[in-house]
């Protein structure tokens, strides 16, 4: 198997009987069932499948086919329109359909100064402090077993001075970021979320890669803020930006010894945005089709980032956004899918990377004498399986001592 060296682990296992004895010079099966580095999307396309909404089940297959993390939509004004009335009953059915497949799940996000909701905006900023602290405890409350990792603020290098009122109603949180400074808005953020589940991982995510981010993880680190992980979004809808700028962004987040989570990232696999364009969403066009030649090298594209981002010791998920044009962000052409459900050159060939040339599909092996077995992949689950009986492992680090799999 050809894989990239900081995710493979290798391990021997001794497999025995129920009683113990070990299972001597017989064949066994052994497969991988999922990997440990996140390899994602959103999920959001699916949720009326997931609730029996509608009969997406080829759009299911596609998604399972491929990917094993998803994340859910969370942004406040969408989830909670009307006060006191939020879609918990709906995500949660959502939710639980993704865990009985096996989906990892990422709640995203719970503060953000876009997309909140409007009704918060008029009142005064202690009332709006309680409110937002109260929709956090509430959101990783209500979820807990269910979702256990959470974009607990998003994009917060630019919070404080974000304006943006198309009401002549200034934005609640903004509003809220400037009086508490970065790093307070960080704490309450994170601080509300920990105390609703103390087992949660936490993320602080951001599309200003800059030293401006730097600076408030910086800053929030200092003052005792326990960030689990880092998100870094890089939406290419301008251009695929190459392994270099992909390698020096995680090497400078890298420094700050947290997981790296690629959050957000997409191609385009049309036209391309225009350079001179400097919020992505100010570009709007009446159609953004697909092309052939952009859908070549959007699998090309992909494939690079791919490697790149895997190769890097401090990167431990990819959160690709969308697997289908249909609905896609901004009307991009950025899915793995076209609109009408066909699968594009990027979907077969990520395919080809995550299930296999980095995955472990059913392998047939002889344990020796003692029982033993050697294993060596991508860190991951896996499965043993001797006629009817089978059991479950985790591969680790090379360094992990034998691993009795009883069965």
């Not at 900081?6 to 099966?29: C, K, N």
């Not at 059915?93 to 918060?120: D, S, Y």
């Not at 090497?251 to 919020?279: C, N, Q, Y």
């Not at 995550?354 to 860190?379: F, H």
């Amino acid at each position: 198997m050809t894989a990239v060296s900081p995710r493979i682990g290798a391990a021997e296992l001794v497999v025995t009987r129920e009683d113990g004895t070990p299972l001597s010079h017989h064949d066994v099966v052994v497969e991988q069932t999922r990997h440990a580095f996140g390899f994602g999307n959103i999920g959001f396309d699916l949720i009326p499948h997931a609730c029996g909404e509608a009969d997406l089940s080829a759009l299911a297959e596609d998604w399972l086919g491929l990917f094993d993390t998803a994340t859910l939509p969370f942004y406040w004004g969408r989830f909670e329109p009307e006060r006191g009335r939020p879609d918990t009953a709906r995500l949660l059915t959502a939710a639980r359909w993704f865990v009985e497949r096996g989906v990892r799940l990422k709640g995203h996000p719970l503060v953000w100064h876009t997309v909140k909701a409007a009704w918060v905006d008029p009142l005064p900023s202690d009332e709006v402090e309680l409110l937002l602290r109260a929709r956090i405890a509430r959101e990783v409350s209500d979820f807990a077993g269910l979702i256990d990792t959470w974009d607990a603020i998003n994009e917060v290098a630019i919070m404080p001075v974000f304006d943006n009122e198309p009401d002549g109603v200034p934005n609640a949180v903004s509003r809220l970021a400037r009086e508490l400074g970065p790093t307070g808005i960080v704490q309450l953020a994170f601080e509300t979320a920990r105390a609703a589940n103390p087992s949660a991982t936490l993320l602080i995510n951001d599309f200003d890669l800059s030293a401006r981010y730097e600076r408030v993880i910086e800053e929030a680190l200092a003052a005792g803020v326990a960030i689990d992980a880092i998100g870094l979004q890089a939406h290419m809808h301008q251009g695929y930006r190459g392994e270099d700028w992909l390698r020096e962004k995680a090497d400078r987040f890298a420094r700050f010894g947290l997981p790296l989570h690629i959050t957000e990232v997409s191609l385009v696999s049309g036209a391309l945005m225009p350079p001179h364009i400097d919020d992505l969403n100010d570009y709007v066009v009446d159609s953004w089709p697909t092309t052939p030649q952009g859908e070549e090298r959007q699998a090309d594209e992909l494939e690079r980032m791919y490697r790149a981002l895997a190769a890097h010791p401090a990167v431990s998920s990819i959160t690709y956004w969308g697997i289908t044009d249909d609905g896609a962000w901004l009307g991009a052409p950025i899915g793995l899918l076209r609109a009408d459900g066909t699968r594009k050159p990027a979907y077969d060939r990520l395919r080809a990377l995550i299930r296999g040339e980095w995955w472990l599909s059913p392998t047939p092996q002889r344990t020796d004498a003692a029982g033993r077995l050697r294993i060596e992949g991508w860190r991951g689950r896996y499965r043993v399986t001797a006629g009817s009986a089978s059991a479950e492992f985790e591969l680790g680090a090379a360094a992990d001592p034998p691993t009795t799999i009883r069965l």
